[in-house]
């Protein structure tokens, strides 16, 4: 018999899809928007996307610290939802303003600026409240969390296709669309956070703490296992930014490849290149309940992976993804086209990486963070992200064009098959260096 869960597992659902459809939406269009609109260069956007998405991860440290410490999580994701909501609406000032490259450009740091306070808040708080659904020990929460990441996925599918669609038409509709749905999640989560989201035992949770003090001080009274358990957050987060800063060139040099190197036209109609942002997050949907049954059942017959076994997977899918596309793009220059189905297969073995490693992820930190310290190990997990966000925005510079030679730790790249190279080499040993040292992280895990 299927497992139920609470009610206010499906809030939480609703509201980060909400907030991942304005996040994804904006995504789909910002490359091509610096580019195509500011007149930017593809090194000048590549960097500005990097910084941002670093930014998008460090904050949640501290939003995660405010949440721990004063304000509660639901405070904190209110607040959070509604800045961001400001930022994608300075994001349609700045595409309404492009008479005035100048303020259209500030008006767009203005924006980021925005974004970035706004997911502080918000990222580590909500994923935080999933596991505050349940019993410390309960055995639903791997499932909630897949659940949770469905959500995810799910407004991540519809957002390129959707602002996608807008943006390509004129940027400005694009982001407002993002606003919108902002605003929206923000507000069913007002209206019914108080009815769903309550602990087993009926209690609020999310609440602001009602004696800080004395919250802060159990907070340094750790024993040897809180602390084993903490490195081992450290120790997966470490691996996870390699992950990450090849997985993240989907939003800056897979979508350049995809608006240049890709044959998208069918039947005469030309798809939008900011539609192929939505290929990785519709497989996410599609597979996440058959990953999610594979665990099962490899489970009930007692061989299924160690939490650092899957992610190690999740690293070596990666670097099949990109192994390959740089089968794909041999010998292809700036100016030649391939086949969408390349594309779609590295989005495919990408996805069956994410799906190995991200909500697993999130469940482990859920499960080894210290009691009072939950937010700040979930913001602690987010700024390895920001790690990877920088590191993928230095990588994409690296993508070559116009036959310009570039180089990496003294290697040549001097084409698309050497840049996608560089990601199969990093992840691949990535991935092989946390298969030996999984027995040990499992170890400190118990």
Not at 177 to 193: I, K, S
Not at 294 to 317: D, R
Request: a neutral charge; hydrophobic letters at 55%; charged letters at 10%.
């Amino acid at each position: 018999m299927a497992q139920t869960h609470p009610k206010g597992l499906y809030l939480l659902f609703s509201t980060e899809m909400a907030e991942r459809f304005s996040y994804y939406g904006m995504r789909a269009l910002f490359t091509l928007y610096m580019i195509n609109a500011l007149r930017l260069s593809v090194e000048d956007a590549a960097g500005i996307y990097g910084i941002y998405t670093a930014l998008v991860y460090v904050t949640p440290l501290i939003g995660g610290l405010i949440a721990d410490r004063y304000w509660g999580t639901r405070r904190s994701i209110l607040c959070g939802g509604l800045v961001m909501a400001l930022g994608h609406f300075l994001l349609f000032l700045s595409a309404s303003s492009l008479s005035d490259v100048e303020t259209a450009k500030a008006l767009m740091f203005c924006g980021l600026a925005a974004l970035v306070v706004g997911n502080g808040f918000f990222k580590p708080n909500i994923s935080t409240m999933v596991g505050s659904l349940y019993p410390p020990e309960d055995s639903r929460k791997d499932a909630a969390f897949t659940i949770f990441y469905m959500g995810v996925n799910v407004g991540a599918t519809l957002a390129p296709l959707l602002c996608g669609w807008l943006g390509n038409i004129d940027y400005r509709w694009g982001y407002l669309c993002a606003c919108l749905a902002m605003l929206a999640g923000t507000a069913v989560m007002r209206l019914l956070q108080r009815r769903l989201l309550v602990s087993p035992q009926g209690e609020q949770i999310g609440l602001p703490p009602t004696a800080p003090t004395k919250s802060h001080a159990a907070r340094h009274k750790l024993d040897a296992t809180d602390l084993r358990h903490m490195l081992v957050i450290f120790v997966i987060a470490f691996f996870v930014i390699f992950f990450w800063a090849a997985y993240e060139q989907a939003g800056v040099s897979l979508m350049v490849f995809a608006e240049r190197n890709i044959d998208r036209t069918f039947l005469g109609w030309t798809m939008p290149a900011e539609w192929t942002q939505s290929l990785p997050a519709i497989f996410v949907v599609v597979l996440a309940p058959v990953f999610a049954a594979l665990w099962e059942t490899l489970a009930a017959h007692h061989v299924e992976p160690s939490a650092p076994v899957k992610q190690a997977i999740g690293l070596l899918f990666l670097a099949q993804g990109y192994y390959v596309i740089s089968v794909g793009v041999d010998g292809v220059t700036a100016s030649d086209k391939i086949s969408i189905l390349w594309l779609v297969l590295l989005y495919l073995l990408h996805v069956c990486g994410e799906l190995c490693l991200a909500p697993i992820g999130l469940s482990l930190v859920s499960r080894l963070a210290p009691v009072g310290l939950a937010s700040v190990m979930m913001g602690f997990w987010y700024m390895s992200t920001a790690v990877s966000n920088a590191l993928a925005g230095m990588l994409s510079s690296l993508y070559p064009h116009d036959g310009e030679v570039k180089y990496f730790l003294g290697f040549e790249i001097a084409s698309l098959s050497d840049f996608f190279l560089i990601f199969v080499f990093m992840s691949g040993i990535a991935g092989i260096v946390m298969l030996l040292v999984s027995p040990r992280i499992v170890k400190m895990m118990k």
